[in-house]
């Protein structure tokens, strides 16, 4: 049994992340956490989740004390919390030994260049940085299981890392195109004006600027043009990714390359027939469609995950399954 405390757990992705480690029979919740201030302190976490009355926990707040508890008791923690917090609260728990999963960017980028232009702040944790696995499951399982410090990918990254990454050796310079739609929880739980409801209607944001773009492409090992869309929906992501592959490159090539997932039971692959958001969300799973021109050589791929699931919550769990050989 291992034992797991969850910080930022009155979030979407904590909220989340808790229900699913609530039902693993070989893992146990120390405790659940929001900030010292926060207002949520003390509620029970089913009054903010009538859908999680199941669970009979509240939130306590972080304080020092809490803190030196959570090394005492637990085996891991999974920080659902913003970037800037989580980079302080991962080095903390991960100095006291526990395993730490981390919902939020600031351990994906191996470069600590990238963090002052990215994220807005100085990487202050370099030697943890340089312990730090990207948990993309299916493609770090081995890393993932030997290390304590895992940066669990952002929701876009996810979506179009798994397309994409089976076609490396069928790239050319050519960069993919990622046009990506994601439902407004992407965004998180706090109010803010762009995601209010009257407000929201598809819209692409973050063009030629979105820090999912220098994440995906630092993982692919191949620059890429992303757009994220806003949709006016509440979960999921739906990307869509159009590349020119190597000349000479065949309908059975890409499908050899996507036989990768043949043994990946989360990962579904289809020809020809592409994948809608309402059949993944709120399951672990990943939907990719494909269809190729030989003629052009030019693929359109599409890749469909929730993002609170495969996109954060669930792709937590599963790493936390890898690092503990459950
Ligand atoms: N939403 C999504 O689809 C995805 C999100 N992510 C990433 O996961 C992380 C969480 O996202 P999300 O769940 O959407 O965010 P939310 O805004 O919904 O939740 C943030 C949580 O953090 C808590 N919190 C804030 N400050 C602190 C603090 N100092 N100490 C402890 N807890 C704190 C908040 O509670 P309170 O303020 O009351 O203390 C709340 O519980 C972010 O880094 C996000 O970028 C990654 C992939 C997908
Ligand atoms: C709709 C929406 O706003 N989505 C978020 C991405 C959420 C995510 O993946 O989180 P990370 O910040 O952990 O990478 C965004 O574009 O910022």
């Known amino acids: 049994m291992k034992s797991i405390a969850i910080i930022g757990a009155s979030g979407y992705t904590g909220a989340q992340i808790t229900a699913l480690i609530h039902s693993e029979a070989q893992l146990s919740i120390q405790g659940l956490y929001v900030s010292e201030g926060s207002a949520d302190k003390g509620k029970p976490l089913a009054e903010l989740y009538p859908v999680y009355s199941h669970i009979d926990l509240c939130l306590s707040p972080l304080t020092e004390e809490a803190k030196h508890q959570i090394v005492q008791d637990a085996d891991a923690v999974v920080l659902a919390t ?35 232009k990215w994220y807005g702040f100085e990487h202050a944790h370099p030697q943890v940085l340089a312990e730090a696995v990207y948990g993309l499951a299916e493609w770090n399982a081995e890393a993932i299981a030997k290390t304590r410090m ?69 993982q692919l090992g191949q620059e890429v043009i992303f757009t994220p869309h806003l949709g006016n929906f509440k979960r999921g992501i739906l990307a869509t990714i159009t590349v ?82 459950l």
Request: aromatic share 10%.
């Open 82 to 116: 913003e970037h800037s917090v989580s980079l302080h609260l991962a080095a903390w728990f991960y100095a006291q030994g526990l395993a730490v999963f981390d919902l939020s960017g600031a351990y994906r980028f191996a470069d600590t260049a990238q963090y002052p």
């Open 244 to 325: 020119q592959l190597k000349p000479g490159t065949l309908s059975r090539d890409v499908a050899q390359a996507y036989s990768v997932y043949d043994d990946a039971p989360l990962v579904t692959v289809k020809q020809n027939q592409f994948p809608k958001v309402d059949d993944v969300v709120h399951t672990p799973n990943c939907h990719i469609g494909w269809k190729f021109d030989e003629l052009s050589g030019y693929l359109v791929v599409s890749s469909a995950i929730d993002n609170l699931m495969k996109g954060a919550a669930s792709q937590a769990l599963q790493c936390i399954k890898i690092h503990f050989g």
């Open 150 to 218: 895992i940066a669990v990918p952002g929701c876009y990254p996810t979506a179009s890392l798994c397309a994409l990454k089976p076609l490396k050796h069928l790239l050319t310079d050519a960069w993919p195109v990622i046009n990506a739609v994601s439902g407004v929880t992407g965004a998180g739980r706090k109010a803010q004006l762009h995601t209010s409801f009257c407000e929201v209607s598809l819209t692409p944001y973050g063009v030629l600027g979105h820090r999912h773009q220098p994440e995906i492409a630092s």
